[in-house]
Nanobody
């Protein structure tokens, strides 16, 4: 059963923006915080933003002030608005439940390059 479907990635120039979406199953979405993660080539997966069911938000220092996470509880969907993108933001982006993770989705590729 597919529980996480990420979309919205693409190729963008430095300084550009993208909006990622993650459609989650009720199982994945309903309990606790949802997070956006990314994995760059040769690096470990890292958590870049998370949002609790009550709306408490935390960001990694590397994206603070540029990325905005939000969630639509009625749609079981979490979003990541990414502005002022940098080449170092290039990675595959994933979402998952932060404290009760389910099987990872395929992710969505974000490439920031001129």
């Amino acid at each position: 059963q597919v529980q996480l479907v990420e979309s919205g990635g693409g190729l963008v120039q430095p300084g550009g923006f993208l909006r990622l979406s993650c459609a989650a199953s009720e199982t994945a979405f309903s309990i606790g915080a949802m997070g956006w993660y990314r994995q760059a080539p040769g690096k470990e997966r890292e958590l870049v933003a998370r949002i609790s069911s009550g709306g408490t938000i935390n960001y990694a220092d590397s994206v603070k002030g540029r990325f905005t996470i939000s969630r639509d509880n009625a749609k079981n969907t979490v979003y990541l608005q990414m502005n002022s993108l940098k080449p170092e933001d290039t990675a595959v982006y994933y979402c998952n439940n932060v404290y009760s993770p389910v099987r990872w989705g395929q992710g969505t590729q974000v490439t920031v390059s001129s």
